[in-house]
């Protein structure tokens, strides 16, 4: 089966003041979603982040790419991996059993 990934990033949670930095990201709460072209799922998670010690991108000047960078460098490769076969599973067990969509029991309007 061939399913894309990718990620979404729902919320970031931010501490006023770390050392000389405003508005620091300390856990980043993520979405890894799956798609084969005709069915998908996904799985939802958060990371904690260590204080900044080096480069630091104010709040304001951040992008999605940088906070998944974030997620992916906190999860490593092995977990990464276990994730996406998660969701890869959730898939091919859609796909074996699609559920019926019934008609609503107070019909249409």
């Known amino acids: 089966m061939n399913v894309s990934f990718s990620w979404h990033v729902g919320n970031l949670v931010v501490q006023p003041n770390v050392g000389d930095h405003e508005n620091v990201v300390s856990c980043v709460h993520f979405t890894l979603i799956g798609t084969d072209g005709t069915f ?21 000047s951040l992008t999605e790419a940088e906070a998944v960078s974030w997620v992916e460098a906190a999860l490593g490769p092995d977990t990464i991996n276990d994730l996406k076969a998660i969701v ?5 067990e859609i796909a074996a059993a699609p559920a019926p969509v019934a008609a ?6």
């Open 40 to 60: 998908g799922s996904s799985i939802y998670g958060s990371v904690y982040l260590d204080a900044p010690d080096g480069d630091f991108t104010p709040y304001a």
């Open 88 to 92: 890869t599973q959730r898939i091919a």
């Open 104 to 109: 609503l029991p107070w019909g249409s309007a």
